[in-house]
């Protein structure tokens, strides 16, 4: 049976291009997007390029939109080999705003809601389907800007960007990663963060210097073991990133 993989918030950016590119690969890929219409739109894009790929529909947000995924790959494939979590988002005032002085409350909630509980929740309703697979692969959207480290050292690329609600949520997604890594140590299963780059994407905007091409390299690379890098890694195009 072909390979099953799939890649949440893939209605555009980088969640379409690595859709893109596993299934160029072979892949059988499900597409997964909030809005249906939007998820319909990037479909027809795909299929236009001659690839048979899936959609479902899935707010990542909703238990009850995650439990009927679940159920919709467990009794038509009975295993999922990739999971990309690259559903994400930042609010507000953008890459110079949401001060840790200033954001509110309901700023940080409604972003760990998206980044960090709702990631938690789709890896723990997909994984025993994930372990069914012959080698799982689950690769976690993270970002540079979760990096602690970095964002401590001045004169880092990231030292000054500090749009609190979207790093720290990258971080927890970090601590994810690694927990997830240490409770899978024995399986075949392992589990990623990666860093796209900065991307040309609606959330990465123009100014980004890499397109969407070059931004899927990271995700997909470790989707397909392309790269070698040990369960736990935090990479970015194969080179590791300070915690
Ligand atoms: N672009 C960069 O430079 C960059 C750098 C580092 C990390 N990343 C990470 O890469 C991932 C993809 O980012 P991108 O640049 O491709 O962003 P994007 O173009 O804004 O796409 C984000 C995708 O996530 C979806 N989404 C957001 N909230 C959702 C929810 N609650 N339920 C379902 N889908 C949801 C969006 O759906 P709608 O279209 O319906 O809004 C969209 O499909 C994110 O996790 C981001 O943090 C990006």
Request: proline share 3%; no cysteine; net charge neutral.
């Amino acid at each position: 049976m072909k390979k099953v993989a799939l890649v949440t918030g893939a209605n555009k950016g980088l969640g379409l291009e690595m859709a893109k590119q596993l299934a160029q690969k072979g892949i059988q890929v499900i597409l997964t997007a909030r809005d249906p219409e939007k998820g319909a739109k990037a479909i027809k894009e795909l299929e236009l390029l001659g690839l048979n790929v899936e959609l479902l529909q899935l707010e990542t947000t909703s238990s009850s939109d995650i439990q009927r995924v679940k159920e919709y790959i467990e009794s038509k494939y009975g295993k999922l080999d990739i999971l990309i979590n690259n559903a994400g988002m930042i609010q507000g005032e953008g890459w110079g705003g949401n001060s840790v002085e200033t954001i509110s409350m309901s700023n940080i909630r409604e972003t760990f809601d998206t980044n960090f509980f709702s990631l938690i929740e789709i890896t723990l309703a997909l994984l025993p389907l994930i372990k069914k697979a012959e080698a799982g692969r689950i690769i976690n959207m993270s970002s540079i800007m979760g990096s602690l480290t970095l964002h401590a050292s001045e004169g880092s690329p990231i030292y000054d960007s500090k749009p609190f609600a979207y790093n720290a949520s990258k971080t927890a997604v970090n601590q994810f990663t690694v927990h997830l890594a240490h409770t899978l140590k024995g399986t075949s299963v392992k589990v990623f963060s990666a860093h796209p780059g900065w991307v040309k994407t609606a959330l990465g905007t123009d100014y980004a210097p890499m397109n969407v091409t070059e931004g899927a390299k990271t995700g997909v690379d470790l989707a397909l073991d392309l790269v070698n890098v040990p369960s736990g890694s935090y990479t970015h195009l194969g080179q590791s990133l300070p915690w």
